[in-house]
């Protein structure tokens, strides 16, 4: 593995105990950190993460309109705030709200919930944190450092940062460089080589592409696939997942990020999963495959159980990290379920 020979070993206490974690074992990465538990991408729901063990927390960036980079999953606002509510004369012509078309002191005026459906008010996942309750606010990605770097310091551990660039392309058709002021935060802040922390991710290739060459990024890069196989960029999502394809992202990449239904399916409820060939095809390529997102209650179609999804993805596929929502059901798959440990002895 390309990436387990050049990472240090870390340590991540665990309950009681504590365990040494080499960045060889899979990877347990908080998909807008521990989101199963806490509205998404809020410093409560990292720092939850953080405790609950994950090896690393997701950022995904959007730039504000004075070119502030927060941590949000949308270049929307108004799924996860009271943007309507607040400054219901920022609406485009399309319904939306940008948290390009606010600066960073508005978007701090601001109310996080969990995420919700704009049209109807309804929450996207119904069993988790209650809308509208306590207080949230949307955070820069410096002070999302700050604080995970905070609790590296105060648990003694390495907790690793997984920044997204969200729509590069259309950031730049509204006259923002989102990945040109990302870049420099990140190497401020310490993320600079592919010996730190830090992984960067981008669904546009064109954008992958500058990352290594125009801009310079020396540190680790991770290609996100999707599910659909043309990105609204025009990326082709299913070339880029054949031999040819992967040979090609191994020259810029170090990993690449499908959606979970490109590597493992149900086709029937009762069935055997069926497994792709895109893990085995990525590690000839000496890609690591770190896929998204697991949702205890969110299963891919047919997929019997949470535990299930593990053992397909982990044992079946042989994937080096995955996105979760549920950071500790995952962790504890990975330590104390028989498959899990089981994988931790392999060679
Ligand atoms: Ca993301």
């Keep these: 593995m390309k990436i387990a020979t050049r990472t240090a070993l870390f340590l991540f206490a665990l309950g009681t105990g504590s365990v040494i974690f080499a960045e060889s074992a899979p990877l347990v990465i908080a998909h807008r950190g521990a989101s199963g538990y806490l509205p998404e991408h809020t410093l409560e729901a990292k720092a939850y993460a953080h405790a609950l063990g994950a090896h690393y927390l997701e950022q995904d960036l959007v730039l504000t309109k ?23 004369e920022r609406k485009r012509a399309d319904g939306r709200y940008y948290a390009i078309d606010l600066t960073l002191a508005e978007v701090k005026q601001l109310q996080v919930t969990e995420r919700f459906n704009a049209k109807t008010g309804a929450p996207v996942y119904p069993k988790r944190f209650p809308a509208g309750q306590s207080t949230f606010q949307i955070s820069t990605l410096e002070e999302e450092l700050q604080l995970i770097q905070g609790l590296n310091r105060s648990t003694g551990r390495t907790t690793g940062i997984y920044p997204e660039i969200k ?124 896929p998204y997102t697991i949702r205890k209650d969110e299963l891919p179609k047919n997929c019997p159980s949470v535990a299930a999804l593990h053992v397909a993805l982990f044992s079946d596929a042989g994937i080096d990290g995955v996105f979760t929502d549920f950071t500790d059901v995952t962790v504890a798959w990975l330590n104390y379920s028989p498959a899990g440990k089981a994988l931790k002895k392999r060679p």
């Design 66 to 88: 004075d070119d502030v980079p927060v941590v949000l999953h949308d270049i929307y606002l108004d799924t996860v705030t009271d943007v309507a509510r607040k400054f219901p």
């Design 167 to 290: 729509q590069p392309k259309w950031h730049r058709a509204q006259g923002h460089d989102i990945s040109k002021i990302v870049l420099p935060i990140l190497t401020r802040y310490g993320y600079a080589t592919r010996a730190d922390a830090c992984f960067v991710q981008c669904f546009e290739l064109a954008e992958v592409r500058r990352l290594r060459g125009e801009l310079g990024w020396r540190g680790r890069l991770i290609m996100l696939i999707e599910a659909k196989s043309k990105g609204e960029d025009g990326t082709d999502n299913n070339q880029l997942c054949t031999a040819a394809g992967l040979k090609e992202l191994a020259e810029l990449v170090d990993g690449i990020g499908p959606a979970i239904g490109r590597i493992v399916t149900w086709p029937a409820a009762g069935a055997a999963p069926k497994v792709s060939d895109l893990v085995t095809l990525a590690h000839a390529a000496k890609l690591a495959v770190h």
